[in-house]
């Protein structure tokens, strides 16, 4: 187990290399602005473009700034600084980062609770009304984009500006670190929450549900039922702990995708994590931010897939890593 | 009902809607059994076996399932036991035991705590007092090292083992009924053997009455005190073992019989199947459910449906069949000098097709 952890590990290390290379060549292939240019401001003087590009190491080689970056990151973990503010990557990062893991966070304690209720609820109630409005709420839920129904739901409850405002839904823009003043932040990230967890509840939710009804016809759910178990604890303990494993993995790689940055949602809601982050470093073409976000980005990602793998060997005993 | 029937299931009868159709999977079934003996129930994939038992553990009961007779246990119809009254009966006084011990044992949980359990399950105790008689049980089945292997997983198990595993589980509480359910279907044919030997032995030793479901009459031939061979939903015969071995009375049992390979017969001598397949219970045919694939129909058994009636003279033999008893005595005889039903059927003179 732990020889199969650290193997793990390197692997994370080479794909964190690949991606930070990927991002490089992409970002010199596809046209983007002139980061220069931009920093330059409006109507340059071409000697200005000239010093900055030569300052930001711009004039050098593509392979030879992958080089000197690769360089300083592994040495020193430095990031680098942003091509357009001169801020330290890194601190940038540090500073946005709690805004998007309470954002992921809360929203996913949200639809693991909802989703995996429901799932059950619909997979033991089968055909029943209330099986049928939970599926369909699911259905329209998956269905819904993110960036449609934070609009609309901000359009309709949010405290500010809302058609049906309701207190405690603050509005886009409201977001304050928790340290700051913890109300004001479950309030602000509360309708947030919601829409980012819907579709995910529902998803889950469905996925739940198949999953339960297949794993209650299985013998050993028969056994369960002929050691005279209650039905409650056939459902919970036998049926749920077998059906429940898919949603584990689901639920690692989702919350990993989203600590790198939930872009639609803190956009819509204007909350300043690493989404936003990222978002306005592709449009400012700010190199190293770009290489800071997509780096954070996948090594949550390759991490959770890790962390999901591991947690794997302790939910089946019949998975053994050498 | 005599007092000395300890499980006594009365004209069951278990129907499930399909979207094909009503499916009749057991129709007026009635079988008994004394405690400290064994009765085998044998039949085909179908023959309703297994959903009797199930209906009677009330392991069928569902929206789409429609169940009827009685079956009483201590004076109780667990027919119509509430669920929850039921549930206290089951894995407590009557236990069951499946087909394929590894899919009943559940894969995330170690054996012991699957014992413990059942245990308390019915049994206000201390999950270490459990333990300990999940090792007690362990030792009981016959599995070595009970210490060390009540803490593995059932896949650290071999097929037997876990079988002995899942005996283990269903003799937790003492249980005075034990339902096996093809016990050693899934088994190599050299453990099938131990597994018999181990589950005819607790019977003895804890005096349990054994319903041992199977498909292979030589399961049975061994250790079961009465056989009801089934077909179609139905009990189409049934006897104590010897006689149901020497004088078999359906044509269904007899072609059961001849697909057995024997030691005492010459090697080179053909196996006989019965041929066709057994009927669908959505659709079941006219008569004698048995007909289509009886060597020996006559045109009346198209369209008379047969009871179970005791043969003339023979205490304890039922047998459904519209044969005469002569006739059918003079069949068996020729098929037991190693005739084929064809044969048998043109040296006998069956009656008339009226």
Redesign the interface.
């Known amino acids: 187990m732990v020889r199969y952890i650290i193997r793990r590990l390197l692997w994370v290390l080479v794909l964190l290399v690949l991606v930070s290379f990927l991002t490089f060549v992409v970002f010199y292939i596809f046209p983007s602005a002139d980061p220069a240019q931009l920093r330059a401001g409006r109507q340059p003087n071409p000697q200005l473009v000239e010093q900055i590009r030569h300052n930001l190491g711009l004039d050098k080689p593509w392979y030879q700034q992958y080089f000197d970056y690769m360089k300083r990151l592994v040495l020193h973990g430095d990031f680098g600084y942003s091509y357009q503010n001169n801020f330290s990557v890194r601190q940038q990062i540090f500073d946005r980062l709690p805004a998007t893991v309470s954002l992921a966070l809360g929203a996913a304690i949200l639809w693991l609770v909802s989703g995996i209720a429901v799932g059950i609820i619909s997979a033991v109630r089968r055909r029943t009304l209330i099986d049928r409005v939970s599926m369909g709420t699911a259905l329209v839920a998956i269905s819904a984009p993110v960036y449609w129904l934070g609009l609309v739901s901000l359009y309709l409850f949010s405290a500010d500006l809302g058609k049906f405002p309701v207190p405690f839904f603050k509005g886009a823009g409201s977001y304050v670190p928790f340290s700051q003043d913890p109300s004001i932040w479950f309030q602000s990230l509360l309708l947030p929450w919601i829409v980012l967890a819907a579709a995910f509840a529902a998803l889950y939710a469905r996925l739940l549900r198949a999953n339960l009804i297949e794993v209650m016809s299985e013998d050993y759910i028969r056994t369960a039922r002929a050691k005279g178990l209650p039905e409650r604890r056939v459902v919970l303990k036998h049926g749920v702990r077998s059906a429940i494993t898919p949603i584990v993995t689901a639920a690692g790689l989702d919350i990993g995708i989203l600590l790198g940055g939930a872009i639609l949602t803190e956009t819509v809601f204007n909350i300043p994590g690493i989404g936003r982050l990222a978002y306005d470093s592709i449009q400012n073409s700010d190199l190293p931010m770009i290489q800071g976000t997509v780096l954070l980005g996948a090594f949550f990602i390759v991490f959770a897939n890790l962390v999901v793998d591991i947690v794997y060997a302790f939910l089946d005993p019949r998975v053994r890593y050498t | 009902m005599s007092p000395s029937q300890l499980l006594q299931i009365d004209d069951l009868r278990v129907d499930f809607a399909t979207e094909d159709g009503v499916v009749h999977a057991v129709r007026g079934v009635s079988l008994e059994v004394e405690a400290g003996r064994m009765l085998g129930v044998v039949g085909e994939s179908g023959s309703g076996k297994s959903v009797s038992m199930l209906t009677v ?1 009330g ?1 069928t009961r569902a929206e789409n399932a429609t169940i009827g007779g009685t079956a009483t246990f201590e004076g109780k119809d667990l027919l119509s036991l509430s ?2 009254e039921l ?6 006084d009557i ?2 035991i ?3 011990p590894l ?7 170690k054996v012991g705590a699957q014992l413990v ?2 245990i308390r ?2 049994n206000d105790v201390s999950k270490r007092a459990a333990r300990s008689r999940a090792v007690e049980l362990l030792k009981l089945v016959g599995i070595p090292d009970p210490e060390g292997r009540v803490d593995a ?1 059932p ?1 650290e198990f071999s097929g037997g083992m876990r079988q002995r595993a ?1 005996i283990a ?1 269903a003799l937790a509480n003492d249980p005075k009924v034990l339902i096996a359910d093809e016990p050693t279907t899934a088994l190599d044919v050299t453990v099938q053997a131990q597994i018999l030997d181990l589950i005819a032995r607790l019977q003895r030793e804890l005096e349990m009455a054994v319903v041992l479901i199977t498909h292979d009459l030589g399961v049975v031939a061994e250790h079961a005190d009465e056989i009801a061979v089934m077909y179609a939903g139905q009990v189409i015969e049934r006897a104590p073992t010897d006689v149901m071995f020497k004088a078999p009375e359906h044509p269904y049992t007899w072609g059961l019989l001849q697909s057995i390979p024997r030691l005492d017969r010459p090697r080179d001598e053909p196996l006989v199947p019965i041929p066709g397949r057994p009927p669908s219970l959505i659709a079941l045919p006219g008569g004698c459910s048995f007909h289509p694939r009886c060597p020996y129909v006559r045109d009346r058994h198209r369209r008379v449906d047969p009871k179970l009636e005791q043969v003339p003279g023979q205490n304890g033999h039922l047998v459904r069949c519209l044969l005469d008893t002569q006739v059918r005595r003079d069949l068996w005889g020729e098929l037991r000098r190693g005739r084929l039903p064809e044969d048998a059927r043109n040296r006998v003179k069956l009656e008339d097709s009226a």
């Open positions: 553990m392991l669920n929850d549930r206290r009966i089951r894995g407590n236990a069951m499946f087909q394929d899919s009943s044992l559940h894969p995330f949980y359990e059942a399950t019915h997983y896949h899942m589980m």
